[in-house]
């Protein structure tokens, strides 16, 4: 195919292989210039893409194993190392049940073959079992496991587990010699093989659902378990919102608290307790001072409902975003269920007292009266379908340890393949292990801050980003501001110059540790600080109300006014703008869609009108979040401002669209959650066919001409093939996939085939083309079925990734807006911008072009590689 032919061209491949965006990337710098810069971890790029040639070993021994506690995404792993060695031409070996298997051997050791990996990639835990092995502490049992091995001609290992498996590897390894040189001495093996095996070579993948290795920004079985977390939270807040109750949840995470930070901020938590910040003093005072805030939210996150609100008497509303209590006469109110997630292990705070989850619930009810319940979400964490990140993490790390232990030499240090980014690297195994137990040792010295800098700067951002979004700051100071504040019985008035007033709402705010009710009265017009405003342009996605959830609260933090502006473009120009409070984005984060509403129009047609109301409201920042047309509207908007000098204000863009098909970005809001609705029902489909006769579906999916969708999500479901826009193919290359199936079924006792296609990858070779194309050339060996999978692509709830993301990417679209609007204001007090670095448009970076020859070979299709040799310096996690 094309894709051979562009592989071959190293500059070629190249120019698609963009390393990540520093926006992205920027867990891989070092992390300030504190106490955690000394554990800087060198890494090299690994070799996504390299040329490697087909059967490049003959007769290498590569035996892979899973170790100590299981996670989704291990399977995924396990057939990609499988496969990849078997196309270089090593002899792959599982051993079963972990070191313990390695012990005893026997049956616990076999030659896997292709075939031995088919249909895996989809199950959780992982298929050649995993144990924690007493006797391979002792040197006994280390040596029956050399034994095994030499006998068996494995010189390589491939680990995949968490800290303790991986360092027992390299002791092991250390060891190696001494173990052979006794062996021989006794007589157990001959000097010819302690000659000919005389080194072993370890390359280990960090398995584990607690993310709590240091070197890699995710580690396999993460993000699945953060799935089953907020699938969980997303579930019982139904009975949450219908009895108004506070649910306390423990998440596993053993030492680490990333599970419970990530969870929290991804389904709205009131409260968060981690080991890496234990709460001070009087915490309990203070945790029930945000449950009481947060129970006391004013009015509906729904604009609809608001609306009806008004219009209505007493009208119980349920919706999945909560429960919406509309009172006669006044603003609809939404009572919010309270999350407090404290990971499974104890967290001593200041007191050296223990925190339990049924000592906080004894505070929540004694001080609050709250009804609460206590859910311990347990082992369902680790278990279920791994999510389409981790199967393709899976895939990538696997493929990647093979290839590193081709290169070893025996003064190769033993390594660990991470996640830097976007990128897989190899980084040196006791480098990561050092700073791991570094961070535990912080956390015994109770320096706080050294652990929570270890843990990454996304770590720390998350914290941060999570206590300022749910925390309620009271109104800066402004003048011309009349403010009552009432604290109990008393309350004091702070009256200033005497001006035209308008009435606020009351709500509950924070000073210091006390709970006060404000009742705002402001001047009519402006209420102080900066105008921003948000809006949705083009297609709904995911995570677009995450977004707008962030954007408003980090506004209202700081003190500025928000706008929101409903159906985009169309909207603005009718005057659909309302200021938006903290309380309107409540429930937001776990809903798809976008509630502010989008359409496609651009405001070249509208400018006068779009003009008018940027003056009319006093918009002194824009935030757009949506695709291509989002772009295309901050860009006619730049150019009208010699027209429209009110347009001069700063203004950004958040990427949103499932495609992942715009300029200046390796994700995009949305698409995330679309590659994992596309994998789940793709795997339903398959299931569909368990039993009949052998089978193979093509499927369509969106993405316009982008091809990231058909590619992720056919890496993700061991997909033989993913036509798409980026790679031509001809019918060539079709009767070439289907005599590629034919093959499989008849030899390889396949018995199903997926093939995907990208909606715009051909206008000629259509979806129903190669339907029955397929059907006739196969009509010998197997059926098809066709499928085009539709707008289903872009329901569902946002994943954790896309929620995350989302929060994040409003934050920092806020602090750079804020930082141009005071760059930029005037002795006036306006704000005029007319530089042009208030609009970026770079050239579109797909970087997942890289993955394709791994989906073909991972389908037993002969392709190549090409490799980045870049040094870079890794520090920390990212999500």
Known sequence: MDLDRLASSPSKMADLQPSMPKFLRESSIAFGSGQAAGFQIPCVIGKEGQVIAHGLTSGMGIAIFTSGGDSQGMNAAVRAAVRMGLYVGARMYFIREGY?????GGD????????????????????????????????????????????????????????????????FRQEWSSLLAELASTGQISADDQQKYAHLNIVGMVGSIDNDFCGTDMTIGTDSALHRIIEACDAISATAYSHQRCFIMEVMGRHCGYLALVAALASEASWVLLPEEPPPAGWQTTMCDK???????????????????????????????????????????????DYVFIPEWPVVNWEKKLVVKLHAASVVVDNLGFDTRVTVLGHVQRGGSPSAFDRILGCRMGAEAVLALIEATPDTEAS?????????????????VKKTQAVAKAMEDKNWQLAVELRGRSFARNLETYKMLTRLKPPKEIKGKLVSVQLVTRSVQLVTRPVQLVTRPVQLVTLGENVYSVTGVVPAGRQGGHTLAVM????????????????????????????????????????????????????????????????????????????????????????????????????????????????????????????????????????DTAVNEITEICDRIRQSAQGTKQRVFIIETMGGYCGYLATMAALAGGADNAYIFEEPFSIADIREDIYHLIQKMDEGGIKRGLVLRNEYANPNYTTEFLHQVFTEEGKNTFSCRMNVLGHMQQGGSPSPFDRNMATKMAAKCTDWLVRQMT?????????????????????????????????????????????????????????
Not at 143 to 166: F, H, M, W
Not at 293 to 305: K, T
Not at 311 to 323: E, I
Not at 416 to 432: E, F, K, T
Request: aromatic share 6%.
């Open 291 to 337: 449950l009481r805030m947060a129970s006391s939210a004013p009015r509906c996150g729904r604009p609809d409902h608001r609306q009806a609100a008004e219009q209505t008497t007493a009208l119980p509303c349920h919706c999945t975003g909560g429960l919406f209590i509309y009172l006669p006469l006044v603003a609809a109110e939404c009572v919010e269920a």
């Open 536 to 671: 949705h342009v083009g297609a709904p996605c995911c995570g677009m109300n995450a977004a707008v959830r962030s954007f408003v609260r980090n506004g209202i933090y700081r003190g500025d006014t928000v706008l929101g502006i409903q159906d985009g473009i169309e909207g603005l120009v009718e005057n659909q703008v309302k200021e938006m409070g903290w309380g309107d984005v409540t429930g937001w984060v776990p809903q798809g869609g976008a509630f502010l509403g989008t359409k496609r129009t651009l405001p070249q047609k509208y400018m006068s009108q779009v003009a008018a109301r940027f003056k009319e409201h006093k918009i002194q920042a824009l935030l757009v979040i949506g695709g291509f047309e989002a772009y295309l509207t901050l860009l006619q908007l730049c150019d009208a401002r010699q027209q429209h000098p009110e347009l001069c204000v700063p203004m950004a863009c958040i990427p949103a669209t499932i495609s992942n098909n715009v300029p200046g970005t390796g994700f995009s809001l949305g698409c």
């Open 100 to 104: 313990q298997g390695m012990v005893d």
């Open 416 to 432: 660990v393949i991470s996640l830097d980014g976007n990128q897989a690297v190899r980084v040196p195994l006791m480098a990561c």
């Open 823 to 879: 760059e930029n204001t005037r002795e006036d007090g306006s704000v005029f911008t007319n530089q042009p670095e208030t609009v970026h448009r770079i050239q579109k970076q797909q970087w997942w072009m890289k993955l394709r020859p791994l989906m073909r070979i991972l389908a037993k299709h002969t392709a190549t590689y090409e490799e980045e040799n870049v040094e870079v310096e890794l520090d920390g996690k990212a999500h």
């Open 108 to 171: 616990n050791i076999v030659e896997a073959e292709w075939s031995s990996v088919s249909g895996i990639i989809h199950k959780g835990g992982t298929v050649i079992g995993s144990a924690r092995c007493k006797d391979f502490r002792e040197r006994a049992g280390r040596l029956k496991a050399a034994k095994n091995l030499v006998e068996r001609g494995i010189t390589n290992l491939v680990v995949i587990g968490g800290d303790g498996s991986l360092t027992g590897a390299n002791c």
